[in-house]
């Protein structure tokens, strides 16, 4: 069971747009910077976007992310094929002293 | 370019011992924060372990409840090499272990850059 909590599966055809949401708590999101991974099927997770929308450079604009209390969210717009990819939610827990996940979200593009 | 190669993975039994290193290049390696996260086989991102950058022997470190007490990260500077020893490993150890850097020399800082993954396999 993981402290970050993540609906299992999303989808959305090409053109659409999708939010994966991760629900926390006061310890973690309520008090860190959440941030979003992407791991494409068979190789090694990548940083995609922190809450406050800091994005490493080749990273698209339509991903943006968002926080509002202890909740965050990761919108994808205009949904291309190559989005199709486990997404990763994590924050630093005050209270466990270290780093959370969330379950991770399976993004199917129909 | 920054690259983190993991090497060390293995078969091992229960209760044995294994030293994964990653071994880094493209950035100043001392000044970051470095963290392993693992992947069992069909599931999601565990945090195993992180350490601060900065001074001699690297900031402090951080272990998950389900290693503390039996996994150990330190670094290496002089070697530019981030190291987790493992020691009484249990079958649900058993995973693909990613090096990755941080963005800063917190501990707690975002995960810039992954490595390829080392895999670990505990089983009689």
């Known amino acids: 069971q993981s402290v970050l909590t993540q609906p299992p599966s999303a989808s959305g055809t090409p053109g659409q747009s999708v939010t994966i949401s991760c629900s926390g708590g006061?310890?973690?999101?309520?008090?860190?910077?959440v941030n979003w991974y992407q791991q494409l099927p068979g190789t090694a997770p990548k940083f995609l976007l922190s809450?406050?929308?800091q994005r490493p450079s080749g990273v698209p604009d339509r991903f943006s992310g968002s926080k509002s209390g202890t909740s965050a969210s990761l919108a994808i717009s205009g949904l291309q094929s190559e989005d199709e990819a486990d997404y990763y939610c994590?924050?630093?827990?005050?209270?466990?002293?270290?780093?959370?996940f969330g379950g991770g979200t399976k993004l199917t593009v129909l | 370019e920054v690259q983190l190669l993991e090497s060390g993975g293995a078969l091992v039994q229960p209760g044995g011992s294994l030293r994964l290193s990653c071994v880094a290049s493209?950035?100043?390696?001392?000044?970051?924060?470095m963290t392993w996260v693992r992947q069992a086989p069909g599931k999601g991102l565990e945090w195993v372990s992180s350490?601060?950058?900065?001074?001699?022997?690297?900031?402090?470190?951080h272990h998950a409840d389900s290693v503390k007490g039996r996994f150990t990260i330190s670094r290496g500077n002089s070697k530019n090499t981030l190291y987790l020893q493992m020691n009484s490993l249990r079958t649900e150890d058993t995973a693909l272990y990613y090096c990755?850097?941080?963005?800063?020399?917190?501990?707690?800082?975002?995960?810039?850059?992954w490595g390829q993954g080392t895999l670990v396999t505990v089983s009689s």
């Open positions: 990755a850097k941080g963005s800063s020399d917190w501990s707690r800082a975002s995960l810039e850059y």
């Open positions: 493209g950035f100043t390696f001392s000044t970051y924060g």
């Open positions: 350490i601060g950058g900065g001074g001699v022997s690297g900031g402090s470190s």
């Open positions: 006061s310890s973690n999101i309520g008090r860190n910077t």
């Open positions: 809450s406050n929308n």
């Open positions: 994590a924050a630093w827990d005050d209270s466990l002293s270290g780093r959370v």
